[in-house]
C-alpha cells in the first residue's frame, strides 16, 4: 500500500502562485512516476503534469505548460507542483497520484491522495 497526501492548497488571486505538495509513505517503489491530477466541479478528472523517480522526464497538459512546475525529493518522497500566474479555470481539487509509467493515462494510476483544493478568484 502506497499512502499519498497532498497539502499545500488554498484561495489565491488570479495571477497569484501556489505551491502544493504530495508526501508519499508506506510502500513506495523505486522508479514510480508521481504525477498530478485535478477535476474541478463538474467535470472529469483531468492530467496536470507527471515526473519520472529521477525527475529527468516531466510531462505536462498543455493547459498548465509554462505555468506549473513539477518537481521531487526522493529523499523526502515528496514531489511539488509549483503553480504561477494562476487562472480561475485552474480552480480545483488537485490530487496526487503513483503509476509505474510516466503517463497521462489516468487509468494507469493505481495510488491516489485525498487531494486539496485549490481556489483562484478573478
Known amino acids: 500500500q502506497v499512502w499519498l497526501v497532498e497539502s499545500g492548497g488554498g484561495l489565491v488571486q488570479a495571477g497569484g502562485s501556489l505551491r502544493l505538495s504530495c508526501a508519499a509513505s508506506?510502500?513506495?517503489?523505486?522508479?514510480?512516476?508521481l504525477g498530478w491530477f485535478r477535476q474541478a466541479l463538474g467535470k472529469e478528472r483531468e492530467f496536470v503534469a507527471a515526473?519520472?523517480?529521477?525527475?529527468?522526464?516531466?510531462v505536462y497538459a498543455d493547459s498548465v505548460k509554462g505555468r506549473f512546475t513539477i518537481s521531487r525529493d526522493n529523499a523526502k518522497n515528496t514531489v511539488y507542483l509549483q503553480m504561477n500566474s494562476l487562472k480561475p479555470e485552474d480552480t480545483a481539487v488537485y490530487y496526487c497520484?503513483?503509476?509505474?509509467?510516466?503517463?497521462?493515462?489516468?487509468?494507469?494510476?493505481?495510488?491516489w491522495g485525498q487531494g486539496t483544493q485549490v481556489t483562484v478568484s478573478s
Open positions: 497520484a503513483a503509476a509505474r509509467a510516466t503517463t497521462s493515462n489516468i487509468y494507469e494510476y493505481s495510488y
Open positions: 508506506g510502500r513506495t517503489f523505486s522508479g514510480a512516476t
Open positions: 515526473s519520472t523517480w529521477s525527475g529527468s522526464n516531466t
